[in-house]
Every structure is written in C-alpha cells, then in structure tokens.
C-alpha cells in the first residue's frame, strides 16, 4: 500500500472555546487512526483575525494538521469536517512526495 501525506489547516469559528477546537482536533485524529494513518504533527497557530469577514465572523482558530495514510479517498474526512458547525474554513491537500520526504513525513522510496 502507497503511503500518502497530506496537510489539513482548519479554522474553528472564534467563539468557541480551546477545548472545542482540540474536540474537532481529536475527531480528525481519530479519523486517520481509523484508516491506518498518523498525524504527524499538530500545529495550532491560535486565534486570528480574518483578511474578510466569513458567514459573519471576523476571527477564527486556525490549527494545521499533517497527517500519512494510505487512504487514498479522502472525500470520507472532508464530508465529516463540511458537517461540523464549528468549523468556518477547512483545506486539504496532498503533499507531493518530494515535500512530503523534505518534511520527513515517508521514506523515500
């Protein structure tokens, strides 16, 4: 099985508390768990303010998650994310491998 790294940032409305922001942290882990992956690292920049305001908010908790899995359909995790009230923002990308060996995600092969 290929080994896929991808990088998550998502951004939690303002308002909500820390503790709400690590509970959708640790629904994302436990997602990747459940598919044979890891999260490699958990980056939470903490709150900021917004460039524009998004659906009537003006700041939010932006966290950065990067993550390997061989899950090659990610749609899955992104549809659980998009029904998350709490969330305003997310995106997901794939890193390409040369990135993804750079940052010491997977072996290169």
Not at 10 to 23: C, F, L, Q, W
Request: proline share 2%; aromatic share 6%.
């Amino acid at each position: 099985m290929t080994t896929r790294a991808y990088e998550i940032m998502i951004i939690v409305d303002g308002e909500e508390e820390d503790a709400k922001v690590d509970e959708v942290v640790q629904g994302v882990d436990t997602w990747i768990q459940e598919q044979n992956g890891q999260v490699a690292s958990t980056d939470k920049w903490g709150k900021r303010k917004f460039a524009y305001e998004i659906n009537h908010k003006t700041e939010g908790h932006y966290v950065v998650l990067e993550m390997t899995t061989g899950q090659i359909d990610m749609e899955p995790l992104e549809r659980q994310i998009r029904f998350l009230d709490e969330v305003v923002r997310h995106k997901l990308i794939r890193l390409p491998e040369d990135e993804a060996i750079r940052r010491g995600l997977i072996e290169k092969s």
